[in-house]
């Protein structure tokens, strides 16, 4: 209900009382459509994080500097770099994500090929990403989180390629390839290092990651950009951007 002031044809003024509906704030908990969602989320205010996952609101608590802020702030800066290197491919970060009806996840990190280079994911008209970046990032408490369970599940269903999940708690990196229909766990080589099956040239020293050593993190991210492969990978993208 609210009042507001109308006027008559001589100019008086008197207030009326009209039905105004209110936009229901979003509970965590709650059941609801993807449209339903994106309406009350835009009537939250700002800095409010929400998720919809199997058509359940999921909302964050207060961020943690040490069990989140910080392992966030390293993925992103391992994956800018290697978008410095590599025209063509975007990273985003808590950027909402369009996937099916009942889904639409807020990653905390995604790096996708632009789409006029053969990538899945597009933005929409009013900005948001629809469809399936090619590798998602979450960091997760424990994992114990529903990042290993309903996640997995929905980004797998959606075709993310690889998935990748940091539990902090546990001092564990989990690096998950879409391969014959399936999530498949990647391990670490001799050497330490995952290497990406889908962005050549983005490797990861997953050691030298839990233990905040960027420097070490960063020159093998380096080695990985001066190899053949990453070359091969950058000519393709260009390649397919001109034939768009």
Do not use: C
Not at 150 to 157: A, G, I, L, M, S
């Amino acid at each position: 209900m609210a009042a507001i002031n109308l006027q008559t044809k001589e100019g008086r003024t008197f207030r009326q009382t009209i039905n105004i509906p209110e936009i229901p704030p979003l509970e965590n908990g709650d059941y609801l459509t993807r449209e339903e969602f994106e309406r009350r989320y835009n009537a939250m205010p700002e800095g409010v994080k929400a998720e919809l996952i199997e058509g359940r609101v999921y909302m964050s608590s207060p961020v943690r500097s040490r069990s989140h802020g910080e392992p966030h702030s390293l993925v992103v800066g391992w994956l800018v770099f290697y978008k410095a290197f590599t025209p063509g491919v975007f990273v985003t970060d808590n950027s909402t994500v369009r996937m099916d009806e009942p889904n639409e996840p807020q990653p905390d990190v995604a790096l996708r090929i632009n789409e006029a280079s053969g990538g899945k994911a597009m933005l929409s008209h009013d900005d948001y990403l629809e469809g399936a970046p090619e590798l998602i990032v979450e960091i997760a408490a424990s994992s114990a989180s529903h990042d290993l369970r309903d996640k997995k599940e929905v980004y797998h269903r959606n075709g993310v390629m690889e998935y990748i999940v940091w539990s902090v708690f546990d001092q564990r990196l989990r690096w998950f390839s879409h391969e014959a229909g399936e999530y498949v766990e990647l391990n670490p080589g001799e050497d330490g290092v995952i290497r990406s099956r889908v962005f050549p040239g983005l490797w990861l020293d997953v050691e030298a990651l839990l233990k905040d050593d960027m420097a070490k993190v960063l020159a093998t991210l380096q080695q990985g950009l001066a190899s053949s492969e990453h070359t091969g990978f950058v000519k393709r993208l260009s390649e397919a951007g001109e034939q768009k």
